[in-house]
Structure formats: C-alpha cells, structure tokens
Antibody, heavy 121, light 112 residues
Framework: QVTLRESGPALVKPTQTLTLTCTFS??????????VSWIRQPPGKALEWLAR???????YYSTSLKTRLTISKDTSKNQVVLTMTNMRPVDTATYYC?????????????WGQGTLVTVSS | QSALTQPSSVSGSPGQSITISCTGT?????????VSWYQQHPGKAPKLMIY???NRPSGVSTRFSGSKSDNTASLTISGLQAEDEADYYC????????????FGGGTKLTVL
C-alpha cells in the first residue's frame, strides 16, 4: 500500500525559508522510474507543479521558482524534503507530495493529504 | 495562467454524459500520449482517474474515459452520479519546461 504524508509548519513569516518533509511508504525511491514530486495549490486555485526528484537523484524544478527551491531525498528514511526560500504571502497554499512515475509520462499516481502553509506576519 | 486550457465549469444531470476538454499545444498534449486526469473533491487531495490519455487505474469506474485529438484531450464521464461532482484537472508531459509537466486550470463539474 502506497502512502505519502507531508509535514511542516502551518505558518511562516514573509522572507523566511519553508522546509517541508514528505514521508512515504509502499515503494522505494531506488526503484527505476519512480520519483517524488511537490505540487501546490493556492486556496481556490489550480494545481502547480514545483519540483521532482527521481531514483537517480536527478532534480527538476519549476522554471518560475527554481531559484527558490531545493529538493533532496533520504532514501534510508523514505523521505523527500523541499525547501523554499524567501516565502511571500502569494506562496500561501496547500502543498502536496506525490509519487510520480516516469514511465507513465510523469503521472502522479499517489498523493499525500496535503499540508496548508500560510505566509503571514 | 495555466499552460493547458480547460473550461472553468461544466454541468449535467444524473445519468447524463459530460465531456471536459483540455487544450494544449504540439509541445505537450499533441506531442505525447502522456495526458492524465485528476479528480479533486473539496478539501481532499487529487485522485488519479486517467493516465496515458486512455488508461484507468485499478479501482476507477469504467464510467470515466479519456481520449485525445490533435492538441486537445478529453475526459468523458458517462452515467453521471452525484458523487462525480468535483474539480477535474488535466496534466501533460511537456517539452517546454524543465521536464515537470503542466496542469490545466481545472474544471468544476456540477451534477444538477
């Protein structure tokens, strides 16, 4: 059974750095073709892909946010960490992590429940 | 502004069929058979409904089907049920960004 769970602060102040952790089970990030992605959704708005890390530790970032994002993994702990620097109120959103399968054209087949992050002073 | 264009809303009565379109370009929807569709109920995480244009994951109702023509993909829901009322998002692999894929803007389905 594949599960993912996001954890991190619910509230951050403007200019601070956000660190989110995705803890997963039911698969290994050592498996060829498997990745973990971060996707966010501002309240009432659409989904936006942020970053992805794959089984070979290759990392990919949204073009518009790449200067602020860092993704990393700890395979032994089954965790993927996303950091986003210089947080702003417009970054207020629910942040999801999802398992992504490369061999199905980047299909996000399992999702975490999401964690709401509010950026406010 | 999303890279893929979806209608903001569609509606239908129970038992009817509806289709949601997702329009991109030859660099995403039209160039690859890597379109997926996600259902999202209020306050819930998205759920994969269709992948690789036409494939249904195990457990997804056969009432959901996908297709593609040129740069437009479509999700069809037949025999509408009240539980189908949700937001639906399309997603496609794209060659125009850092290999991240792009989402549509989402479509609110209302079951009348």
């Amino acid at each position: 059974q594949v599960t993912l769970r996001e954890s991190g602060p619910a509230l951050v102040k403007p200019t601070q750095t956000l660190t989110l952790t995705c803890t997963f089970s039911g698969f290994s990030l050592n498996t060829s073709g498997l990745c973990v992605s971060w996707i966010r959704q501002p309240p009432g708005k659409a989904l936006e892909w942020l970053a992805r890390i794959d089984w070979e530790d290759d990392k990919y970032y949204s073009t518009s946010l790449k200067t602020r994002l860092t993704i990393s993994k700890d395979t032994s702990k089954n965790q993927v960490v996303l950091t986003m620097t210089n947080m702003r109120p417009v970054d207020t959103a629910t942040y999801y992590c999802a398992r992504t399968t490369m061999f199905r054209g980047l299909t996000h087949d399992y999702w975490g429940q999401g964690t709401l992050v509010t950026v406010s002073s | 502004q999303s890279a893929l264009t979806q209608p903001s809303s569609v509606s239908g009565s129970p038992g009817q069929s509806i289709t949601i379109s997702c329009t991109g370009t030859s660099r995403d929807v039209g160039g690859y058979n890597y379109v997926s569709w996600y259902q999202q109920h209020p306050g819930k995480a998205p759920k994969l409904m269709i992948y690789e244009v036409t494939n249904r994951p195990s457990g997804v109702s056969t009432r959901f089907s996908g297709s593609k023509s040129d740069n437009t993909a479509s999700l069809t829901i037949s025999g509408l049920q009240a539980e189908d009322e949700a937001d639906y998002y399309c997603h496609s692999y794209t060659s125009t960004t850092t290999l991240g894929g792009v989402f549509g803007g989402g479509t609110k389905l209302t079951v009348l």
